[in-house]
Structure formats: C-alpha cells, structure tokens
Nanobody, 127 residues
Framework: QVQLVESGGGLVQAGGSLRLSCAASGRTTSNYVMGWFRQAPGKERDFLAAVSRSGTRTDYADSVKGRFMISRDNANNTVDLQMNGLKPEDTAVYYC????????????????????WGQGTQVTVSS
C-alpha cells in the first residue's frame, strides 16, 4: 500500500503558475503509475496527467496539454505537476493518485482505475 500527500496549492492570478507536489510513502513508489486529477464543485473528478513508473512516458488531458507538466523523482518518492498559464476554470481540488500497472501500461485516465488517493489540495485561480 502507498500513502499520498499533496502540497503546493493556493491562490494565484490568471496567467500565473503553481507547482503541486505529491509525496508518496509506503511500498516502493517506483512500482506505481502516478496520476493527477482535479475536481471542481459539483463536477466529476477529471484526469489531468499520468506518468509511467520510470518517468519516461507521460499522458495528458487535452485541456491541459502544453500548459501542465507531470514529472516524478523516484529517489525522493515525489510526483510533481507544474501548472503554467493558469485560468479561472482550472480552479478545483487537485488530487494525486497511484496504481500498480498491468504490464508496462501507464496511460490510465479513469478515476476508477486508480487504487490510492491523496487528500487533495485546493487551487484557486482568480481572474
């Protein structure tokens, strides 16, 4: 089992940047595919990005492609989400998630495909 704790959320003006971090503990985190999701009030939890166990392969939702970047540091058991060009519609609670992959697959985009979740961190983008 792995425990996840997000940090780095906050209030930022439109056009600004934030870097979220997810600290993982427990079993060897390099065994897990890691993902970031977000959930706005009254909406479903949406996929943002995923990264393979090695960190060499990534996948992004179209809504954030070119603006957000996921990366991982297996030595320090962290997964980051760099967010640039933030918009008011990016306002949401952001979640880190993990799962053990099947074979070498990594592009899991459904929230029900992840077994482990952090508590979330709030990101608010003002106009």
């Amino acid at each position: 089992q792995v425990q996840l704790v997000e940090s780095g959320g906050g209030l930022v003006q439109a056009g600004g940047s934030l870097r979220l971090s997810c600290a993982a503990s427990g079993r060897t985190t390099s065994n897990y595919v890691m993902g970031w999701f977000r959930q706005a009030p009254g909406k479903e939890r949406d996929f943002l990005a995923a990264v393979s166990r090695s960190g060499t392969r990534t996948d992004y939702a179209d809504s954030v492609k070119g603006r957000f970047m996921i990366s991982r540091d297996n030595a320090n058991n962290t997964v980051d989400l760099q967010m640039n060009g933030l918009k008011p519609e990016d306002t949401a609670v952001y979640y880190c998630a993990a799962r053990v992959p099947t074979y070498n697959y990594y592009a899991y985009t459904g929230s029900n495909e992840y077994a482990y979740w952090g508590q979330g961190t709030q990101v608010t983008v003002s106009s």
